[in-house]
């Protein structure tokens, strides 16, 4: 089945500085990539998804780029504030459908420093 | 906006009861999961469904049951709660044959075995 490794952990940036996370995943079949936002005391909230037709999708300060090849996609967030503090994870999805449906890394918990 | 509701925002249960756990969403969702979440872990998916009376194993069934008699309601069950299952658990739903237009969470419940 899928496996998807996200790095790092735990990513601490400076107010308006900008923040990669990183995942890979093994399943080269996959073909449907989101990322989730996690805030405190919430469930995980989409905010970006990139299909394996395209290599970059962009909404404003965050963006998503993916590369087949290497099974690598990446979340960009660009001029971070502190709203921004939160626990992102990726995910994959085979293109059979999984019927068990996506596979997610472990997350990685941002946070913005005033 | 779809909605997926999980009745109980935190629950604390003694060992060896049973323990219910439900869900609802409201936009015809084919498709419903339920994950738990650990620290270090991610979300581990337990089980899943895709269709009324379906339920499929995920990777982590043990120690756990599910009943989907309504397209809604997908209720996940602790035949015997014990401690190690102590965790955020997270109900989600999607639609589409091949789950691929992103994940609706619900905002978690957090149980406690105690």
């Known amino acids: 089945g899928e496996n998807v490794e996200q790095h790092p952990s735990t990513l601490s940036v400076q107010e308006g500085d900008s923040a990669v996370i990183k995942c890979t995943y093994s399943d080269s079949a996959s073909n449907y990539f989101p990322w989730y936002k996690q805030e405190l005391g919430k469930g995980p909230q989409l905010i970006i998804d990139?299909?394996?037709?395209?290599g970059e999708k962009k909404d404003q300060r965050i963006a998503v780029t993916l590369n087949k090849t290497a099974k690598h996609f990446s979340l960009h967030i660009t001029e971070t504030q502190p709203e921004d503090s939160a626990v992102y994870f990726c995910a994959a999805l085979p293109s059979g459908g999984g019927a068990d449906g996506l596979t997610f890394g472990k997350g990685t918990h941002l946070i913005i420093q005033p | 906006d779809v909605k997926v509701t999980q009745s109980s925002r935190y629950l604390v249960k003694r060992t060896g009861e049973k323990v219910f756990l439900e869900c609802v969403q409201d936009?015809?969702?084919?498709?419903m999961f339920w994950y738990r979440q650990d620290p270090g872990l991610g979300l581990r998916l337990i089980y899943f469904s895709y269709d009324v009376k379906m339920k499929e194993k995920g990777d982590i069934p043990e120690g756990y049951s599910v009943s989907r008699e309504k397209k809604e309601r997908f209720s996940l069950i602790l035949e015997s709660a014990s401690t190690n299952q102590t965790s955020m658990y997270l109900c989600a739903s999607t639609t589409g044959a091949q789950a691929n237009y992103g994940y609706t969470f619900g905002s978690g419940t957090r149980l406690t075995v105690v």
């Open positions: 990139i299909r394996s037709n395209v």
């Open positions: 936009m015809d969702h084919e498709n």
